[in-house]
Antibody, heavy 121, light 108 residues
Framework: QVQLVESGGGVVQPGRPLRLSCAASGFTFNTYAMHWVRQAPGKGLEWVAL????????YYADSVKGRFTISRDNSKNMLYLQMNSLRAEDTAVYYCARDEKYYGSSGYLDWGQGTLVTVSS | EIVMTQSPATLSVSPGERATLSCRAS??????LAWYQQKPGQAPRLLIY???TRATDIPARFSGSGSGTEFTLTISSLQSEDFAVYYCQQSNNWPPLTFGGGTKVEIK
């Protein structure tokens, strides 16, 4: 059974950094692409970033490009999101999600429970 | 970027009735479309992928149809646990993956 457990959320001041982590279990982590998706309070879903199963390719939403970095450690079954220069509009629940496709990327997602990031002074 | 538009924003349905949710893409996404269910305080759950294929353990009362730019999610007989927000999402032309704004299915 796929398990994804996010951590690292909290309250952070504008302009400060924060790193989110996602611990994966129940599947062979190094064979699946991974995503981060966020949801502002009371709003819809916004895709944030993707990393290929081997870390060879990464992609970002325009809204976070240049500020956020997705990475993974396949030896530890861990996914990360380094968030720099945070803004109030980055306030959201951040979900770690596994792509459904083995050794590829379909864009269909299995989701963790999320971690809340609040950017406020 | 492909824009996904869902309608209606809110759907009021009585238990046991049929619910029909719509999703429109700003350009063709072929059949590369998913539906997710999200209950309050929970993460989204994949219901349908490739426009019409039910995900693992999803009951048969959920069905998806459509291709190109027009898609439908049908819940044949609403159960109490089906009251939730439903999102469509395209995976044809990405990144970025894009989601619709959601349809809230509420008890009438």
């Amino acid at each position: 059974q796929v398990q994804l457990v996010e951590s690292g959320g909290g309250v952070v001041q504008p302009g400060r950094p924060l790193r989110l982590s996602c611990a994966a279990s129940g599947f062979t982590f190094n064979t699946y692409a991974m995503h981060w998706v966020r949801q502002a309070p009371g709003k819809g879903l916004e895709w944030v970033a993707l990393i290929w199963y081997d870390g060879s390719s990464v992609y970002y939403a325009d809204s976070v490009k240049g500020r956020f970095t997705i990475s993974r450690d396949n030896s530890k079954n861990m996914l990360y999101l380094q968030m720099n220069s945070l803004r109030a509009e980055d306030t959201a629940v951040y979900y770690c999600a596994r792509d459904e496709k083995y050794y590829g990327s379909s864009g269909y997602l299995d989701w963790g429970q999320g971690t809340l990031v609040t950017v406020s002074s | 970027e492909i824009v996904m538009t869902q309608s209606p924003a809110t759907l009021s349905v009585s238990p046991g009735e049929r619910a029909t949710l719509s999703c429109r893409a700003s350009q063709s996404v072929s059949s590369n479309l998913a539906w997710y269910q999200q209950k309050p305080g929970q993460a989204p759950r994949l219901l349908i992928y490739d426009a019409s294929t039910r995900a693992t353990d999803i009951p048969a009362r959920f069905s998806g149809s459509g291709s190109g730019t027009e898609f439908t999610l049908t819940i044949s007989s609403l159960q109490s646990e089906d009251f939730a927000v439903y999102y469509c999402q395209q995976s044809n032309n990405w990144p970025p993956l894009t989601f619709g704004g959601g349809t809230k299915v509420e008890i009438k």
